[in-house]
T-cell receptor
C-alpha cells in the first residue's frame, strides 16, 4: 500500500527552465510534507518542507505547493541547474514532528545543458 | 557542525548471522530514526528513538531491533539475516521538531 506516490520515475529538463516534480498521497492524516534530494552513495538531503496549514512555501529557487483537497504536492525548481540532477523524494508524516516519514519512490531529475 | 555518521559503511554477512550498525547523530539532536532502502520498496521507516526510548516503530519483523544510548548514539541490530535484508540502512537525526538529517548509510549485503 503505497501511501505516497511519485508517478514519474524520471524527468529531464534544460538548464534555466523550470523543473516540476509531483507527489500524490492517500493518507488524509498526513499533516507535514518534506522534499529530499539524494545523490548516489549519499544519504538524502533535506530541501524544503510544508505544513498542512499552508499551501505554499518558498526557499530560494525551491517552492513547494500543497493542494490538500487533491492530496497533491509539487516541488518547483526555478531556474534549474545541472547540480540539481539527483533523485528527489517526497515524504510525509502524520504526527507533526517529522519523526516517522513515509517516502515516495523518488523521481530522478536530470538537468541538461 | 559534524553531520550524521554511520559505521561501518559497507558490510557483507551470510544468511543466519546477525549484524549491528551504528549511528552517531548531529550534536544536540535527540531523535534518531532508522530507514531501510531497497530498489523494490524504496525508503521504509524502521523505528525512531528519542531520549533512549523507542517512540515510533515501522512494520518490520522483530528480528530488527535498536537502542539509543544516553549520548544519543544509536545502534540497530538485525538477527538471523535473510537475503532480503540486503539494503542500504540509513540513519537520520533531528531536533525535537524539524527535518531529519541523514547519514551516508550502511550498505549491507547478505550472501
Amino acid at each position: 500500500d503505497q501511501q505516497v506516490k511519485q508517478n514519474s520515475p524520471s524527468l529531464s529538463v534544460q538548464e534555466g527552465r523550470i523543473s516540476i516534480l509531483n507527489c500524490d498521497y492517500t493518507n488524509s492524516m498526513f499533516d507535514y510534507f518534506l522534499w529530499y534530494k539524494k545523490y548516489p552513495a549519499e544519504g538524502p538531503t533535506f530541501l524544503i518542507s510544508i505544513s498542512s496549514i499552508k499551501d505554499k512555501n518558498e526557499d530560494g529557487r525551491f517552492t513547494v505547493f500543497l493542494n490538500k483537497s487533491a492530496k497533491h504536492l509539487s516541488l518547483h525548481i526555478v531556474p534549474s541547474q545541472p547540480g540539481d540532477s539527483a533523485v528527489y523524494f517526497c515524504a510525509a508524516t502524520a504526527d507533526g514532528t517529522a519523526s516517522k516519514l513515509t517516502f515516495g519512490t523518488g523521481t530522478r531529475l536530470q538537468v541538461t545543458l | 557542525k559534524a553531520g550524521v555518521t554511520q559505521t561501518p559503511r559497507y558490510l557483507i554477512k551470510t544468511r543466519g548471522q546477525q549484524v549491528t550498525l551504528s549511528c552517531s547523530p548531529i550534536s544536540g539532536h535527540r531523535s534518531v530514526s532508522w530507514y531501510q532502502q531497497t530498489p523494490g520498496q524504496g525508503l521504509q521507516f524502521l523505528f525512531e528513538y528519542f531520549s533512549e526510548t523507542q517512540r515510533n516503530k515501522g512494520n518490520f519483523p522483530g528480528r530488527f531491533s535498536g537502542r539509543q544510548f544516553s549520548n544519543s548514539r544509536s545502534e540497530m541490530n538485525v538477527s538471523t539475516l535473510e537475503l532480503g535484508d540486503s539494503a542500504l540502512y540509513l540513519c537520520a537525526s533531528s531536533l525535537w521538531v524539524g527535518e531529519q538529517f541523514f547519514g551516508p548509510g550502511t550498505r549491507l549485503t547478505v550472501l
